[in-house]
């Protein structure tokens, strides 16, 4: 089991503006794509932030990882302020596919692809990768800087960039938020291929209820527990 969640929970804001995400129970398996879904504010990218070890939970129950062969009880590392253990974790095993695409603006997305490879000591050349820069058509503006292009663009080479060291764990916000219905077929076509010939497990904040569940993907969805303010939401599969 890469990811094991018992009694996840954050908050912030004070009084009647506090804002809780509840996480009772949560299981992520090696492989496995989950979609996060919920009402706009409800939360989805506060729980990436949480489970991409971005943020830190105000109570655990357990919090545990396991990927490579190397288990981590995230709740203590958090505890204990191991704060290099948590980046380590993050950059070596997780790959982030944020709202903004976070490429760094001085490197072209050839070396934003690069940098990541170099940095873990991978080779160079790989013919997986490759394949996702055909299968996302990233080809064409390989050697621009991220400011030369579109926010689609953009938002398809972070995609690659996030895939490029084959990480054990790949959080997507809104990952197709602005690409065609075309493309954003091909990048969850890629995420699925993605996970099934690699093992890495996908969680994915998304609006596109229709399109995760035709393609049969899981759902954690959430619940709002405060009709009246909807500032706590549960979210459960
Ligand atoms: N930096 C922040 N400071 C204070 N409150 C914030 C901050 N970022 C988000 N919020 C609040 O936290 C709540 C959850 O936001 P979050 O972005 O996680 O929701 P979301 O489900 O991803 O929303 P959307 O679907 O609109 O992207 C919202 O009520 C939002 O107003």
């Not at 929970?9 to 496995?32: A, H, I, K």
């Not at 938002?155 to 054990?168: D, E, F, G, K, Y």
């Amino acid at each position: 089991m890469l990811l094991d969640i018992e009694g996840l929970s954050y908050s912030r804001g004070q009084g009647d503006q506090c804002f809780t995400v509840e996480l009772p129970s949560f299981q992520l398996q090696p492989g496995e794509l989950v979609a996060i879904t919920g009402r706009s504010g409800s939360g989805k990218s506060t729980l990436l932030e949480l489970l991409g070890l971005l943020t830190a939970p105000h109570r655990t129950e357990r919090f545990r990882w396991r990927a490579n062969g190397y288990r981590q009880d995230l709740d203590r590392l958090w505890q204990r302020r191991r704060h290099g253990t948590l980046s380590s974790i993050r950059g070596t095993s997780m790959g982030f596919i944020l709202q903004t695409s976070g490429l760094l603006p001085f490197l072209s997305v050839a070396g934003n692809l690069a940098l990541i490879r170099r940095a873990l000591g991978l080779p160079k050349h790989d013919p997986d990768l490759d394949r996702m820069i055909e299968c996302l058509d990233i080809g064409p503006f390989l050697h621009k800087k991220p400011s030369q292009l579109s926010v689609g663009q953009q938002q398809r080479a972070s995609i690659v960039r996030a895939l490029a060291h084959h990480p054990a764990l790949v959080l997507a916000d809104e990952p197709t938020s602005a690409l065609d219905p075309n493309l954003g077929d091909a990048v969850m076509t890629l995420l699925l291929e993605q996970a099934r010939s690699h093992g890495i497990s996908v969680l994915l904040a998304t609006h596109e209820v229709d399109r995760v569940e035709t393609l049969g993907i899981g759902r954690l969805d959430g619940s709002n527990l405060h009709p009246e303010t909807g500032f706590a939401w549960r979210f459960g599969r």
